[in-house]
């Protein structure tokens, strides 16, 4: 029987040292001490042997198992270690490769100027507020004090969409309309309406079929165009440099009187006259006015009480400006290359 555990554990010996990996050495393991293994097949011989046999045996059995479980661990711990070195090796990450480039997004500089508008109206305690894009011509015209048939609505080549009653809006005055009649002519307005706007336009460098524009209302007691003076001032050198100067073109339109249009001096040139102001030292940014007593009366204001200035800035007007864009149609293009290079253009 020694003879036999002595030949078993040379055996193991021999065989452990041509264990390559993991599976072969599980193999081994089941032959050795699996159920039907040879340490098994061992232990049920013991039946035949007298109980001093059996005894002296069971010794030698228990150590044989205990050396080949301990033999066999000690190896798998190794080949583990090995096939983990190996794994991290083969993953290991180059660092000094260059990285796949991600390409980032950039904000749309309309969105993006529209933001800076919005944040100095803001700080002069503004309201942002939203209006529907699909308007009734009552809000549109005729609460602005342009009637079905007046020549006004010629300027604004309106796309209709049910009779002549409901339609993409032609501006974004009618949210105007819309807010002094929602503040039932008993409370003061200071409030500005960034959205698009749709006329039936051919695109081309400077027109599209679909803008955006900016609307402003001021309603209280008192005003007059010089708070408008005031106010433009202000948004126009936070836009365009401390330096730029402004003044009022006498103008026309329906919803104010009188009515103005704002220019700001060329801040390209300094006012001396350049291609960008057509030589004139000027350029013009919006159209504005103090709101005319018809739309108060019509939206609910008692003119002898109530007064107000308001303006629309183009928006794409101001980027194009600003960031010396010469294409309107750049805006709705998406094409990413653009934006990251208004983004450096920034003045
Ligand atoms: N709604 C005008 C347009 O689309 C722009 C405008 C001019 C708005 C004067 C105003 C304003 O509020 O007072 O041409």
Redo the contacts with the bound molecule.
Sequence with gaps: MEEKVLKIKEELQNKLTNINNLKELNDLKVEYLGKKGLVSSLSSMMSSLSIEEKKSFGKLLNDLKNEVTSKIDELKEKLEKEELNKKLENERIDISLPATKISCGAPNILEKIIEEVESVFMSMGYDVVDGPEIELDHYNFELLNIPKGHPARD??DTFYIKDEEVLLR????PV?ARVMLENGGKKPIRMICPGK?YRRDDDDATHSHQFM?I???LIDKNISLSDLKGTFDVISKKLFGENVETRFRP?Y?Q??EP?VETDISCFVCGGKGCSLCKNTGWITV????M?HPNVLRNCGYDPKEWSG????F?AERLAMLKYGINDIRTFYQTDLRDSKNFDRKEV
């Design positions: 300027a604004q032609s501006q974004t005055s105007q706007t524009q609307e402003g209302l103008s339109y919803f104010t009515s919006s159209g504005a006015g709101v200035f308001a303006f629309g183009g």
